[in-house]
């Protein structure tokens, strides 16, 4: 199924590199459209719907929502497990959004059923004898990776490992799963969740915006990559005398033992998480569209085991981060406007090229690439 948005200014984004446009303004400020993504981009993809350990914290289910799609996930016996947040009675939901309990089953609070937490029905009260083999729950394919877990709400996508493609390799080094939440921010951005991930997959804009960043990390170094998987991303330098991102290119110390000490990596997993990997931590930007123009962020800092400080590289990004988020709503209120006109891109701009052929092909009906 295509995107309500007309065809030929996304076909305009998909012309070769150099001589291709940004997609129209309908693409970050038309209310249907962000509706066609939650269905077509959220949830018939891999979401990202958090780190493992703390979903479960606590709790044996917990109700979120990926894309437009209520899902019920629960841990039994230390698994992860994703269904329909829907009862098999008369539709109502187990769970209200972002709700969590502690109980052995999931209890509908309208009628009284209950389904164990591998899905099976248990009961269902004055029904007599029903066929509880056929009116389990509807599972969801969910995957683990590095900490975090995915769910594929449509139960359409690709296995999860296509998905990821050659992105577990490049990120392997980091053992993100072993690192250590230190600081989570979270904002709430007037822009759509596109324009900033655009943001995050260039630098262009740097020299102007971000002085600080410049100090540590040459603008126009590293590279961007072309591998399989749904995501894009590339690498950039620490200048001669830094050794992290802080505001003085240094920090404690603690470095992950097998990361690139020269490098930091930013990449984007389609079609919310943003990871960008440095030789001492790990930062992440979760997204959740909530309007056309309106996003909210969770950014997490992860650090090795032993770490002491966070300061150096919360306070460097938080500042870098609101940089960020102002240029964004300037961007936002600019597609609003009856004057804008989609525009190329710089040379520089590749990443942005790929993010925005990977949407616009998904807005023709072609899926998600992945190569």
């Known amino acids: 199924m295509e995107a309500p948005v007309e065809r030929g200014a996304v076909e305009a984004a998909l012309l070769p590199f150099g001589s291709s446009r940004m997609?129209?303004?309908?693409?970050?400020?038309?209310?249907?459209?962000?509706?066609?993504?939650?269905?077509?981009?959220?949830?018939?993809?891999?979401?990202?719907?958090?780190?493992?350990?703390?979903?479960?914290?606590?709790?044996?289910?917990?109700?979120?929502?990926?894309?437009?799609?209520g899902v019920l996930l629960t841990f039994p016996a230390g698994a992860v497990r994703a269904f329909a947040n829907v009862c098999r009675?008369?539709?109502?939901?187990?769970?209200?959004?972002?709700?969590?309990?502690g109980r052995p089953s999931a209890v509908c609070p309208y009628h009284g059923w209950a389904f164990r937490l591998d899905g099976k029905l248990a009961?269902?009260?004055g029904m007599g004898a029903v066929d509880a083999g056929e009116l389990g729950l509807i599972e969801l394919?969910?995957?683990?990776?590095?900490?975090?877990?995915?769910?594929?709400?449509?139960?359409?996508?690709?296995?999860?490992?296509?998905?990821?493609?050659?992105?577990?390799r490049l990120l392997r080094p980091y053992g993100m799963g072993e690192l250590q939440l230190g600081a989570r921010h979270e904002y709430r951005v007037a822009a759509n969740w596109k324009v900033m991930i655009d943001n995050y997959h260039e630098c262009y804009h740097c020299p102007l915006i971000h002085p600080e960043l410049c100090k540590v990390s040459p603008p126009t170094s590293g590279d961007n990559w072309a591998l399989p998987g749904a995501w894009v991303g590339g690498s950039m330098d620490l200048r001669p005398h830094a050794t992290t991102m802080s505001f003085d290119g240094n920090g404690p110390g603690h470095f992950i033992p097998d990361a690139p000490?020269?490098?930091?990596?930013?990449?984007?997993?389609?079609?919310?998480?943003?990871?960008?990997?440095?030789?001492?931590?790990?930062?992440?930007?979760?997204?959740?569209?909530?309007?056309?123009?309106?996003?909210?962020?969770?950014?997490?800092?992860?650090?090795?085991?032993?770490f002491t400080e966070t300061a150096y590289a919360v306070d460097f990004w938080d500042l870098t981060n609101r940089q960020d988020w102002a240029a964004c709503?300037?961007?936002?209120?600019?597609?609003?406007?009856?004057?804008?006109?989609?525009?190329?891109?710089?040379?520089?701009?590749?990443?942005?090229?790929q993010w925005t052929t990977l949407i616009a092909e998904a807005y023709l009906g072609r899926g998600i690439r992945l190569t």
């Open 123 to 125: 009961t269902a009260p």
């Open 23 to 69: 997609l129209p303004a309908a693409a970050y400020t038309d209310p249907a459209v962000l509706a066609w993504e939650r269905r077509h981009l959220f949830a018939d993809a891999w979401t990202c719907v958090g780190r493992v350990d703390e979903l479960r914290e606590g709790c044996t289910q917990r109700a979120v929502t990926v894309g437009d799609v």
């Open 261 to 306: 000490r020269r490098t930091v990596l930013y990449v984007g997993l389609f079609p919310n998480l943003l990871v960008s990997a440095h030789p001492d931590y790990v930062m992440t930007h979760r997204l959740t569209p909530v309007e056309p123009g309106l996003t909210t962020i969770e950014c997490s800092w992860f650090f090795p085991e032993g």
């Open 329 to 353: 709503e300037s961007v936002q209120r600019g597609l609003a406007s009856p004057h804008f006109v989609p525009g190329p891109l710089a040379p520089n701009e590749d990443a942005v090229y």
């Open 141 to 168: 394919p969910a995957a683990e990776w590095a900490g975090w877990l995915f769910v594929n709400a449509g139960a359409r996508a690709e296995p999860f490992g296509e998905h990821l493609g050659d992105l577990e």
């Open 89 to 101: 009675h008369r539709a109502h939901e187990l769970l209200p959004d972002g709700a969590s309990n």
